[in-house]
């Protein structure tokens, strides 16, 4: 009898597994009414606090310069992303946030940055694939990104759904006005990337979207390439902003790995990745390829984040000889801020600059870096 009872037990609990294994379980933090949302990135967490107000609860998995392409989630982080309510990703591939969800329970408890219909509209017009890519850089995707939390959240809380919708219009104008005060336009067409990075093995540069080769491109040959490479770039956007160089051209910077393309083409800048590394990978190859780039584009910029360690950009530099462009993907959520660009090199005369503990923060500061770098040339 004892083992009769003990087997029906067994039996009665695999199907409540099964229902576990398709949706988060029921988080046990704060009251009953409060929603648990889980981001990828500390800045779109912001952006849902800031819709959610106090009826939410939320987490994320990066801030602080950590690299969000490639990032692989800790048990503990996916339970986290289990145990949420809802569920927002960066808007790279990061099929393990919902792997284990039921396609019915994705519909309304999971937001990704690359599903959103600007980027969707891009995809149809472009025939593409493949448009995963740090879309939480892009003003105008977090703008319609807001309306999305909004309405996943009333879906979720029909009770407090005026006061979603409410912190939901005063976030966007929040938005509009920052955008304003920089003459950054949302109607400037959003990109997805360019893919620039330089494939040594076969001697090209991979692209995802229509362009043509610019006349500043080096010979391969000076490269010390094979003569069949070819170099392809996507036009620049024609729409003025105040990120243009002070003769009225297209600002260009160089950057190590394609990761700011969303914010220079809403800003009409062009970001130019001749590789794909990290700074402290740097060899004497990569480094000349840059040197070159750089010369041939008429630019000293390199981007480099905002949160790496001075030590790091510092050494960075000293390799290239170049101007570093220190911007900000993640933010933080310590109470005083990034503290790297403040107290390195160039960047001395920033003690002023809010600390970036939200996202309008972290935007804000992006587009003075932007025109900081401009005006110096």
């Known amino acids: 009898m004892i083992w009769h009872r003990l087997l029906t037990c067994i039996l009665l609990t695999i199907p409540a597994l099964s229902v576990a294994c398709r949706r988060p379980a029921v988080s046990n933090v704060g009251p009953p009414s409060e929603l648990v949302i889980c981001a990828t990135v500390y800045p779109l967490a912001d952006v849902a606090r800031n819709v959610g107000g106090k009826w939410i609860k939320v987490t994320w998995l990066l801030e602080g310069g950590r690299r969000v392409q490639g990032y692989k989630p800790s048990p503990a982080a996916l339970e986290r992303l289990r145990r949420s309510d809802l569920i927002i990703t ?8 919902d792997d284990e969800l039921s396609a019915e329970y994705r519909a309304d408890h999971v937001i990704r940055p690359e599903y959103s219909q600007i980027i969707q509209n891009l995809a149809r017009e472009q025939h593409l694939n493949d448009v995963s890519g740090p879309y939480w850089l892009d003003p105008a995707v977090v703008q ?68 043509r080769s610019p006349d500043w491109m080096p010979k391969a040959s000076g490269l010390g390439l094979p003569a069949e490479t070819r170099w392809t770039f996507p036009l620049p956007a024609t729409t003025r902003s105040s990120a243009t160089s002070e003769g009225g051209g297209l600002f260009s910077f160089l950057s190590m790995r394609e990761c700011w393309f969303p914010l220079a083409q ?9 590789i794909n590394t990290d700074p402290w990978l740097l060899n004497d190859v990569n480094i000349r390829q840059m040197r070159d780039l750089a010369n041939q584009a008429h630019t000293p910029w390199l981007a480099a984040d905002a949160n790496w360690p001075a030590t ?57 870096q932007l025109e900081r770098a401009r005006r110096q040339g």
């Open 144 to 211: 319609e990104l807001v309306g999305t939390i909004r309405d996943r959240l009333s879906i979720l809380d029909p009770d407090h759904a005026s006061e979603y919708k409410k912190n939901a219009d005063d976030y966007r104008q929040k938005l509009q006005t920052l955008l304003a005060e920089h003459d950054v336009s949302l109607t400037v067409p959003p990109v997805v990337a360019p893919s620039r990075r330089l494939d040594l093995s076969s001697g090209s540069i991979e692209r995802t979207e229509k362009g």
């Open 312 to 368: 790091v950009l510092t050494h960075l530099q000293e390799q290239t000889r170049m101007k570093l462009l220190l911007l900000d993907t993640l933010g933080t959520s310590a109470e005083r801020g990034s503290s790297s660009a403040p107290s390195f090199g160039l960047y001395k005369g920033l003690e002023g600059v809010p600390p970036r503990t939200t996202y309008l923060e972290i935007l804000r500061y992006n587009l003075h």
């Open 266 to 274: 809403r800003c009409n800048c062009q970001e130019i990745a001749p």
């Open 90 to 97: 960066s808007g790279y591939d990061e099929r393990w946030a």
